[in-house]
């Protein structure tokens, strides 16, 4: 069978110069250590920064419900249950078995997931290094690690999947390259892997998988030497319109995904950056410098795509074990795919994006930025020293009411810019007859990867969902740089440096609630949680107010074990290691028909003897007045212990 056409990557002889791209002098390397293998003492420094970091903020700060969830979920494996049959999982499943792990590894406790995360980290952090390499020295490479880093997990270090995801989308990203490499397909089982265990962790890892497909359709049109002439024949345009259809029907899911919030902002954030993708992969393939007639295209890109599903059909097989064996499939496509449509509240948790007008106050510097890296060569000088001084002002004054939202405002753009812009470099270089076409594939291979990822933040899209992001815009903004003229790179050295010192003196500080409404409020003093299932920083008032809620949830349940709280605190079963007797975590999940009955009945079937009422709930409303009603007459007694009502019999 027929190899398909990829460029391969040698290392250059010891006499030739390795051909590197840094962000300004400051980043480049040493040609010698390089050759020599030696690791850069500076990159060094910037990577162990990065790892202590991540490490003495990985017990800081929590949102109640997503760590209660979380620890709930790992808990009712462990006894047994099984995720969407037993019990509401809110997502695939398989997070609540790596959390049940970790449980077992650790201890059951708050912390014992985020130090599995925080494993996983270290892992993401090398793969981001390696990606880095692949566009500049190690010293930018290290630079984009941290840069990440203080943008990155330390802001919200709970174990959601969502950060599995993005580490498993920069190692699909990394495994496609370590194939562009070889040319051996193990790479590509290793790809989709990683696809398949973010989708057995969180559905949207289905994103990277889309970057990763459609970037083998990229790969199949790659000249096996550095450039060609593009190919004309009847079957390559056969082949060229039948992946341009397969394109079309990305984007169009694309638009059905967000059908329900088709704003500007919406399709700014969500649809334009799959456009940038589409267009230009249509026109690479197109316009590809390879020939041959569409059976033996097809067949080239076959024998690149089904390795890469094989390694998605692996983890997602092992996944469904415990289901086919107990006869539950159909619990868990019902809880992955059907029930998420089937819950109208739902819509009222999103969080959309801000409006593009949030966007203009950057503007100004944007424009500078700009004139500095491709302006008249009379311009650049001045516009770069006036770029500088409008970011050490920004610097300055960043925790203002006005400022501190523009800046987010701006931030919130970039993923959407870096897609576009990387995309379109891509295309002016293959556009260019003699120059290499591995560059330029790298980095579009990169922005896919962006681009899709994008997609996590619908439908919720406040400024905490930019942290999962904020590494990849990272790197993607390296590969764009590496295609830049010289020109562009002190531009982007002052950028860098001033998201580094911006995101440590104010993000980093930042409390995570005030963030999340798009304004600065300083993290108030944290002290550690007592309880044997806490061992997590928070606020003393916090702190106080969960561990006397915890206690007097033990002490009320008269030996039974088992209590019940609403709406919305999954936190309080599982710090007072108490049952919860339903199946769902948050209420606005359950179906409301008929559920004051069935809450009461279930209360009764459990002999429950304690409840709680949470009087500031982040996601569900108010629990209904009838329910509310019938659970004051059957625990008459009550205490009020800060944002909940504990009521007992």
Not at 24 to 44: E, K
Not at 297 to 313: D, S, T, W
Not at 438 to 451: F, H, K
């Amino acid at each position: 069978m027929e190899r398909p056409e990829v460029e391969h990557r040698h290392p250059p002889p010891a006499s030739e110069t390795t051909i590197e791209t840094d962000i300004g002098a400051a980043a480049s390397d040493s040609t010698d250590a390089h050759r020599a293998g030696r690791f850069d003492p500076v990159a060094l420094g910037l990577l162990a920064a990065a790892l202590l970091y991540a490490g003495l903020t990985i017990d800081r700060g929590w949102i109640p419900h997503d760590d209660g969830m979380l620890g709930q979920s790992a808990v009712r494996v462990l006894t047994g249950e099984l995720p969407h049959r037993d019990f509401q999982d809110m997502y695939s499943g398989g997070l609540s078995y790596g959390n049940a792990l970790a449980f077992a590894l650790f201890g059951i406790h708050l912390l014992a997931p985020r130090l599995l995360l925080l494993a996983s980290f270290v892992g993401f952090a090398a793969v981001s290094f390696s990606l880095g390499r692949r566009f500049a020295g190690q010293r930018a490479a290290a630079a984009v690690v941290l840069l990440g880093t203080i943008w990155g997990m330390p802001n919200y270090p709970a174990a959601m999947p969502t950060w599995y995801n993005l580490f498993l989308a920069a190692l699909a990203l990394w495994c496609v390259f370590r194939f562009l490499d070889t040319d051996r397909r193990r790479w590509l089982v290793a790809a989709g892997a990683a696809c398949g265990v973010s989708m057995s962790i969180k559905i949207v890892g289905v994103y990277t998988l889309a970057a990763v497909l459609i970037g083998l359709a990229l790969v199949e049109a790659e000249p096996r030497g550095a450039h060609g002439e593009a190919g004309r024949s009847g079957g390559a345009r056969v082949y060229a319109a039948a992946v341009a259809a397969g394109l079309c029907a990305y984007f169009v899911l694309v638009l059905a995904l967000i059908r329900a919030h088709l704003d500007l902002a919406s399709l700014v954030h969500f649809a334009v950056p799959s456009l940038a993708l589409v267009g230009v992969a249509a026109w690479r393939i197109a316009r590809a410098p390879v020939d041959g007639d569409a059976a033996s295209r097809l067949n080239r890109l076959a024998r690149l795509v089904a390795p890469v599903l094989l390694g998605v059909a692996l983890p997602i097989a092992l996944l469904l074990v415990p289901y086919v064996a107990s006869g539950s499939v159909g619990a868990l496509v019902d809880g992955v795919f059907v029930l998420p449509f089937r819950r109208p509240s739902l819509a009222a948790t999103s969080s959309l994006p801000l409006p593009l007008t949030t966007f203009a106050p950057a503007l100004v510097p944007l424009t500078l930025g700009v004139l500095a890296a491709t302006g008249p060569q009379r311009l650049r000088r001045g516009a770069l020293a006036a770029f500088a001084v409008a970011l050490a002002v920004v610097l300055i004054l960043g925790g203002r009411d006005r400022v501190y939202p523009a800046v987010w405002g701006g931030l919130l753009l970039l993923p959407v810019l870096l897609t576009v812009a990387v995309m379109l470099g891509a295309w002016r270089t293959w556009r260019r007859p003699g120059t290499p076409t591995r560059p330029p594939l790298e980095a579009a291979l990169a922005a896919l990867v962006l681009g899709t990822f994008t997609l996590v933040q619908y439908p919720y899209s406040g400024p905490i969902y930019f942290f999962y992001l904020a590494p990849l815009v990272a790197l993607v903004a390296l590969a764009g740089t590496s295609m830049a003229p010289a020109g562009a790179r002190a531009p982007a050295l002052v950028l860098l440096v001033f998201t580094l010192l911006f995101g440590a003196r104010w993000v980093a500080t930042a409390d995570l609630f005030a963030t999340a409404q798009g304004r600065y409020a300083a993290r108030p003093p944290l002290e550690r949680m007592e309880l044997d299932r806490g061992h997590i920083r928070l606020p003393a008032s916090e702190r106080a107010e969960y561990e006397a809620l915890a206690e007097a949830l033990r002490e009320l349940s008269a030996g039974t074990g088992v209590t019940f709280v609403t709406p919305d605190a999954p936190e309080a079963y599982f710090l007072s290691g108490l049952r919860n007797p339903t199946p769902f975590f948050y209420d606005f999940l359950d179906d409301p028909a008929g559920r004051t009955a069935r809450i009461l009945t279930t209360l009764e079937r459990a002999d429950v003897r304690v409840i709680a009422l949470n009087r500031a709930p982040s996601l569900s409303g108010p629990p209904p007045p009838d329910l509310v009603a019938e659970l004051e007459r059957r625990f008459p007694s009550a205490a009020i212990l800060g944002r909940f009502v504990v009521r007992w019999r």
